[in-house]
Nanobody, 119 residues
Framework: QVQLVESGGGLGQAGGSLRLSCTASGSIFSIKTMGWYRQVPGKQRDLVALIDTGGETMYGDSVKGRFTISRDNAKNTVNLQMNSLKPEDTAVYYC?????????????WGQGTQVTVSS
């Protein structure tokens, strides 16, 4: 099993920045991809950003140019720098990790962390 622990998030202002981090532990030897999805009540969980061990990334259209994902393979950590925040970025952000590339859904999920952006 793989455990994912998220940190960061909280309350931000429109135009401001927040940073999320996620650290994986457990049976992580075969984890290829890590990243973030987000979800608002009543809607599906949407892609934010993913990165694989080779550095290939995938971003959701709504965050391209504003959010940047990075990864420290030695620390099994993935970070999401969120700039130019918008109120519509408000959601629960879930860290995900998977055995396959960025085109595949994660196999493991964190508990989620709330991000709220005020206007």
């Amino acid at each position: 099993q793989v455990q994912l622990v998220e940190s960061g998030g909280g309350l931000g202002q429109a135009g401001g920045s927040l940073r999320l981090s996620c650290t994986a532990s457990g049976s992580i030897f075969s984890i290829k991809t890590m990243g973030w999805y987000r979800q608002v009540p009543g809607k599906q969980r949407d892609l934010v950003a993913l990165i694989d061990t080779g550095g290939e990334t995938m971003y959701g259209d709504s965050v391209k140019g504003r959010f940047t994902i990075s990864r420290d393979n030695a620390k099994n950590t993935v970070n999401l720098q969120m700039n130019s925040l918008k109120p519509e970025d408000t959601a629960v952000y879930y860290c995900g990790a998977g055995h396959y590339g960025v085109a595949y859904l994660p196999d493991y999920w964190g508990q989620g962390t709330q991000v709220t952006v005020s206007s």
